[in-house]
Structures are given as structure tokens and as C-alpha cells.
Nanobody, 127 residues
Framework: QVQLVESGGGLVQAGGSLRLSCAASGRTFTSYVMGWFRQAPGKEREFVAAVNWNGGNPYYADSVKGRFTISKDNAENTVYLEMNTLKPEDTAVYYC????????????????????WGQGTQVTVSS
């Protein structure tokens, strides 16, 4: 089994920055994908960004390209989401997720390919 714990959420002014962390523990895998999703009240779950097991091939949703950066610390089994130039529309609960087996990049935005999910961390961007 795998446990995912997100941290780093909070309240920030529009235009500011925030860094989220997701620490994975438990069973280790040789090939997997780690990603970030977000969900605002009354809205569908939305893909944000993802990266493969060795930190390569970062992939971003159009809405965050140029503002967010995903990275991975292999020694700590931790994935980060650095969020810059935050906008009020970025307000949501952010979830970390892991796909147990490698998936083609084209499938990464689909939440159905992920096997494990964290409990989420709230990000609120004020105007």
C-alpha cells in the first residue's frame, strides 16, 4: 500500500507564490507517475501537472503552463508543485496522486489512471 501526504497549502494574495509538497511512503515501485489535480467547490476535478518516476517529462495543463513547476526528489519520494503568479481561479483543494504503472503521457490528465490519492490541501488565492 501507498500513503500520500500533501502539505504547503494556505492563503495567498493574487500574484503571490506557494509551494506544495507530496510525500509518498510505503511500498516502492520501479515505474510510476506522480501528479497533481485540483477541485474547486461545485466543479469537476481538474488535472494540473504530472511527472514520471525519475522526474522526467514534466507535463502541464494549459491553464498553469508558464506559472507552475512540478519536480521530484527521488531520495525522499516527494513531488513538489511550485505555484507562481497565482490567480483567484487557482483556488481549490489540491490532490496528489500516483499511478502504479507507467502510463503514456497522453493519458496523464485522466484521473482514472491513478491508483492512490492524498487527502488534499486547500489553496486559497484572494483578490
Amino acid at each position: 500500500q501507498v500513503q500520500l501526504v500533501e502539505s504547503g497549502g494556505g492563503l495567498v494574495q493574487a500574484g503571490g507564490s506557494l509551494r506544495l509538497s507530496c510525500a509518498a511512503s510505503g511500498r516502492t515501485f520501479t515505474s510510476y507517475v506522480m501528479g497533481w489535480f485540483r477541485q474547486a467547490p461545485g466543479k469537476e476535478r481538474e488535472f494540473v501537472a504530472a511527472v514520471n518516476w525519475n522526474g522526467g517529462n514534466p507535463y502541464y495543463a494549459d491553464s498553469v503552463k508558464g506559472r507552475f513547476t512540478i519536480s521530484k526528489d527521488n531520495a525522499e519520494n516527494t513531488v513538489y508543485l511550485e505555484m507562481n503568479t497565482l490567480k483567484p481561479e487557482d483556488t481549490a483543494v489540491y490532490y496528489c496522486a500516483v499511478a502504479r504503472f507507467f502510463q503514456p503521457t497522453s493519458r496523464w490528465p485522466n484521473p482514472d489512471v491513478y491508483d492512490y490519492w492524498g487527502q488534499g490541501t486547500q489553496v486559497t488565492v484572494s483578490s
